[in-house]
């Protein structure tokens, strides 16, 4: 005997509720036109506008460096990443024993 369907509802509605304005937002992003509750048609335009904000390009660096820099861990095989915060020495690589 199985769980009964009704609990699987408020699983699915609580997906639909979080993922649903992300969907929204994206298929958005593409829009030629400045209405944002209309599509108008297929268009990387918003994104050259994006590209050429220095603020936006700075964000998206310091984003992808920091992305870069993983914390080491005596788990995991993969090397100490080389980027470490400006002033702080670059972290440890030892694994411990015991």
Same mark, same amino acid.
Not at 15 to 42: C, D, Q, R, T
């Given at each position: 005997? &199985?769980?009964?369907?009704? #609990?699987?509802?408020? =699983?699915? +509605?609580?997906?639909?509720?979080?993922? /649903?304005?992300?969907?929204?937002?994206?298929?958005?992003?593409?829009?030629? &036109?400045?209405?944002?509750? #209309?599509?108008?048609? =297929?268009? +990387?335009?918003?994104?050259?506008?994006? /590209?050429?904000?220095?603020?936006?390009?700075?964000?998206?660096?310091?984003?992808?460096?920091?992305?870069?820099?993983?914390?080491?861990?005596?788990?995991?095989?993969?090397?100490?990443?080389?980027?470490?915060?400006?002033?702080?020495?670059?972290?440890?690589?030892?694994?411990?024993?015991?």
């Amino acid at each position: 005997m &199985g769980r009964p369907r009704f #609990l699987y509802v408020p =699983f699915w +509605l609580t997906y639909v509720f979080l993922y /649903a304005p992300i969907a929204v937002l994206v298929v958005m992003s593409f829009n030629e &036109g400045k209405s944002p509750y #209309l599509h108008e048609g =297929f268009s +990387l335009k918003w994104y050259g506008v994006l /590209a050429e904000d220095d603020k936006v390009m700075e964000g998206l660096v310091n984003t992808l460096i920091v992305a870069g820099d993983r914390p080491c861990s005596p788990r995991s095989s993969a090397p100490c990443s080389p980027w470490a915060w400006p002033g702080t020495p670059a972290p440890s690589c030892s694994t411990r024993s015991g």
